[in-house]
């Protein structure tokens, strides 16, 4: 076999920020640091079969899944121990021992906004890089392999599977040898594929891929999807999942299938892994641009001590609640405060004397929002950007949504509102391309309805809406969040034909507010935990906002006589609001009002 001499080489690093993402674009996480305690797991909590193992001088390390624990003991199997795991906007890095070996495992899912080519690609990275701790030479061989389970919920399905050497179909079985740029792609499907179809959240059509390239010896067997290389220093891996075509949307037509966007950019599926293998250097430098200028635009906010957002940085000693023996520690905070922590238990840092939260030591305000902001931005890429449907221009994509965590709906009007934010930064354009569809349904009088929509279909990836007028029922807070939303978009971009081309689609959606805002009855509000409340107070204010809003479109387009009459309507709903709304006491606000 091929024997890789190691001579030295630095581990990469990339932030100190604790997180757990393998794969952003799948969903795909882990709930202990070290790797190979627990499998990597998709969303809704099913457990995926994804390995990984060092070889040292003939001696393996599992640092990947749990697979090889269930075997019987091997004297030349071992369990990698964990260092440490970083994470930042890009990245989630863990660092494992192997014998004389440090190994890391870094997974990047770059946040590439503006580049919607790249963004649509569904595929995620895996960088595997070792460097020796002794400073000999040492044979080192790195395996890695995927199960079923990514596309078959309960590993109960039959699957085909086909290799695929750039886009040569190969026999499955033999060496391959030589070092060529094209990656070789194990490539699996369900024999009995159901398009446009989920079970628990898992696509029932499209593939499955995981790519590498080979070292002077590769081998890859028939009877497994995985890939095996000795290699002199790191190995690289793609892994994803496509479906092609990726939504049904309702038009004039009649329902069509849309293609993803990344089909106008690199053509058919095997192309475009190509791409995004053979681009990872390029796209790494780019989601690190946009890294760098988001830690710069916190340090600008935070602009009272700058440069507050730092990387690969440890305090020169450390905290006591980092001392990892130490169940129970105490100790005080940066800014004299006393607190407490107990790692065994949920509850975080507490203020001894009653109990009550306080902040985490020894970080930065700016980095604790940074890290907020990091969290949120990786949750905010969309799942889908499709071509052929956009009426206005057909050069430019649709963007759809899912709501996970819930009941599945492609683009919830008032999951796309809290969402804004990231937009805004990001791409103002995603937005646009968000908002699109919703305003197509509508506009083609697919919703009977007066007021807007609450999602664009019950389940992902069918945008096929609500064309008898059922759906969630929550005409004042979609409402008014779409008048909101279209408003915010003219006031980042400029674009005032936007707002004339839907002009009265939004006039339709504020005479509902006009008539419901103030009163709005029995509905359902985005606070969801509260159930259906007779005139929210929450609900009823934002109804009020939202006919401000649209007050500020009209005036942007000359519409001077509708401007003053939405805008006298809000002043007269906020000062009845107000009597509704505070308490006598004048101490706070009421949760609703009769």
């Not at 430098?285 to 602009?303: C, I, P, R, S, W």
């Not at 683009?411 to 796309?416: F, G, R, Y």
């Not at 945008?463 to 909101?484: C, D, I, K, Q």
């Not at 959606?509 to 709005?520: A, C, E, K, R």
């Amino acid at each position: 076999t091929y024997s890789a001499i190691l001579q030295s080489s630095k581990a990469p690093s990339h932030s100190a920020c604790r997180s757990f993402t393998l794969c952003q674009r799948l969903v795909i996480y882990h709930q202990q640091w070290d790797l190979n305690s627990n499998g990597a797991m998709f969303w809704p909590g099913p457990d995926l079969g994804w390995e990984g193992m060092v070889t040292v001088d003939g001696v393996s390390y599992d640092y990947l899944g749990t697979g090889s624990q269930n075997l019987p003991s091997i004297p030349n199997l071992k369990t990698a121990v964990p260092l440490h795991v970083s994470h930042d906007l890009q990245y989630s890095n863990f660092t494992f021992r192997g014998g004389p070996v440090e190994v890391t495992a870094s997974f990047l899912s770059p946040v590439i906004p503006k580049d919607l080519c790249r963004m649509s690609i569904p595929l995620s990275y895996l960088e595997t890089s070792f460097a020796n701790t002794d400073g000999a030479p040492h044979n080192v061989q790195l395996y890695s392999d995927i199960s079923a389970a990514w596309i078959s919920y309960g590993s109960n399905k039959t699957i085909e599977w086909a290799l695929y050497h750039g886009s040569t179909p190969i026999n499955g079985s033999g060496n391959a040898t030589g070092g060529s740029s094209s990656p070789y792609t194990w490539m699996y499907q369900l024999q009995n594929a159901y398009e446009f179809g989920e079970e628990n959240d898992f696509p029932q059509w499209g593939n499955f891929t995981y790519s590498s390239t080979p070292a002077p010896l590769t081998t890859l067997p028939s009877r497994a999807v995985l890939l095996y290389r000795s290699v002199t220093s790191s190995a690289l891996y793609t892994i994803g999942s496509i479906q092609q075509p990726i939504m049904r949307y309702l038009t004039s037509g009649g329902e069509v299938p849309l293609q993803p966007w990344w089909t106008k950019c690199y053509g058919d599926i095997l192309a475009m892994i190509n791409f995004h293998y053979n681009n990872f250097s390029s796209s790494q430098a780019l989601g690190m641009g946009f890294e760098t200028q988001l830690k710069a635009d916190v340090n600008t906010y935070f602009n009272a001590n700058p440069a507050m957002v730092y990387s690969n940085s440890t305090p020169s000693t450390p905290p006591p609640h980092l001392n990892g023996s130490a169940r129970y520690v105490t100790g005080q905070d940066q800014f004299g405060t006393q607190y407490i922590f107990d790692r065994n238990n949920a509850y975080g840092f507490l203020n001894p004397n009653n109990f009550s939260g306080v902040a985490i030591p020894d970080v930065s305000e700016a980095e604790s929002y940074y890290s907020i902001i990091m969290g949120a931005y990786v949750l905010a890429i969309p799942p889908a950007l499709a071509c052929g449907g956009n009426a206005t221009n057909a050069s430019e994509p649709l963007m759809f949504q899912k709501e996970i965590s819930s009941d599945g709906n492609v683009n919830t009007v008032d999951i796309m509102y809290p969402a804004m934010p990231f937009f805004f930064h990001a791409n103002p354009e995603l937005l646009r391309y968000d908002l699109e569809p919703l305003f197509y349904n509508q506009e083609n009088d697919f919703y009977p309805n007066g007021y807007s929509m609450h999602d664009l279909g019950s389940h992902f990836p069918n945008a096929t809406g609500h064309v008898e007028g059922s759906g969630e029922y929550m005409p004042v807070e979609e409402s008014s969040n779409m008048l909101l939303m279209t408003y915010a978009y003219y006031k980042f971009t400029g674009n005032a034909d936007y707002l004339k081309q839907h002009y009265a689609q939004l006039q339709e959606w504020t005479s509902y507010l006009v008539g419901f805002s103030l009163i709005p009855g029995i509905q359902l509000s985005i606070d969801g935990f509260t159930g259906q409340l007779v005139n929210q107070t929450n609900l009823a204010i934002k109804g009020i906002f939202g006919l401000q809003a649209m007050s500020g479109v009209s005036r942007v387009l000359g519409q001077a006589a509708d401007a003053q009459n939405y805008s006298s309507t809000a002043a007269s709903y906020v000062t009845q609001w107000e009597y509704f709304a505070i308490d006598p006491s004048k101490r706070h606000i009421l949760l609703s009002y009769e």
